[in-house]
T-cell receptor
Framework: KAGVTQTPRYLIKTRGQQVTLSCSPI?????VSWYQQTPGQGLQFLFE???????NKGNFPGRFSGRQFSNSRSEMNVSTLELGDSALYLC?????????????FGPGTRLTVL | KNQVEQSPQSLIILEGKNCTLQ??????????LRWYKQDTGRGPVSLTI?????NTKSNGRYTATLDADTKQSSLHITASQLSDSASYIC????????????FGTGTRLKVLA
């Protein structure tokens, strides 16, 4: 079974631009969560989608948004990029929202904002 | 103050030796506590999942313990291997109603030959 895939793996943008990252969960998984990882803050929760609905959102500004499609694939969008948005963006999927479910992480998208 | 604190920040050990990583949390109550291993440049991989009522959980050479009274968890690695070199992250998941994982900042482990 293929793992979680994220595209692109690396991305370089300039301040003020917008970016869209994509995540394909493991086949059959319906829950997709997004995280931001930086050296200073570590891993931080962005949002979670289940059955095309955002179920929860972390403490990030409205410039960060996402969506989930009927096939469970998810995208996240960051508008008006800032230097501080440079980070590794990780996507994770699980089959349900149960707390006992293991989340499987993708390799991440490394975003650099110049 | 972080709700999940890990120590040490970094650790260097020789191959074959054992080590113990610590996680102190203030999140209470919580539904479960997890340990993840993250290799450089890759996403985290789940090692153990423990509910608040469990004291210990093993996964091969990895053994996690949980003391809900002192709000401490530890991850013990036995007979370390070079491939154990990675960051180890402790994660606390609050009760239902929120899906917000609370991550520790991790311990970076380096195993030397």
């Amino acid at each position: 079974k293929a793992g979680v895939t994220q595209t692109p793996r690396y991305l370089i943008k300039t301040r003020g631009q917008q970016v869209t990252l994509s995540c394909s969960p493991i086949s059959g998984h319906r829950s997709v969560s997004w995280y931001q990882q930086t050296p200073g803050q570590g891993l931080q929760f962005l949002f979670e989608y289940f059955s095309e609905t955002q179920r929860n959102k972390g403490n990030f500004p409205g410039r960060f948004s996402g969506r989930q499609f009927s096939n469970s694939r998810s995208e996240m969008n960051v508008s008006t990029l800032e230097l501080g948005d440079s980070a590794l963006y990780l996507c994770a999927s699980s089959s349900t929202r149960a707390y006992t479910d293991t989340q499987y992480f993708g390799p991440g998208t490394r975003l650099t904002v110049l | 103050k972080n709700q999940v604190e890990q120590s040490p920040q970094s650790l260097i050990i020789l191959e074959g030796k054992n080590c113990t990583l610590q996680c102190n949390y203030t999140v209470s109550p919580f539904s479960n506590l997890r340990w993840y291993k993250q290799d450089t440049g890759r996403g985290p991989v789940s090692l153990t999942i423990m509910t608040f009522s469990e004291n210990t959980k093993s996964n091969g050479r990895y053994t996690a313990t949980l003391d809900a009274d002192t709000k401490q968890s530890s991850l013990h690695i036995t007979a370390s291997q070079l491939s154990d070199s990675a960051s180890y992250i402790c994660v606390v998941i609050p009760p239902s109603g929120t899906y917000k994982y609370i991550f520790g900042t991790g311990t970076r482990l380096k195993v030397l030959a």
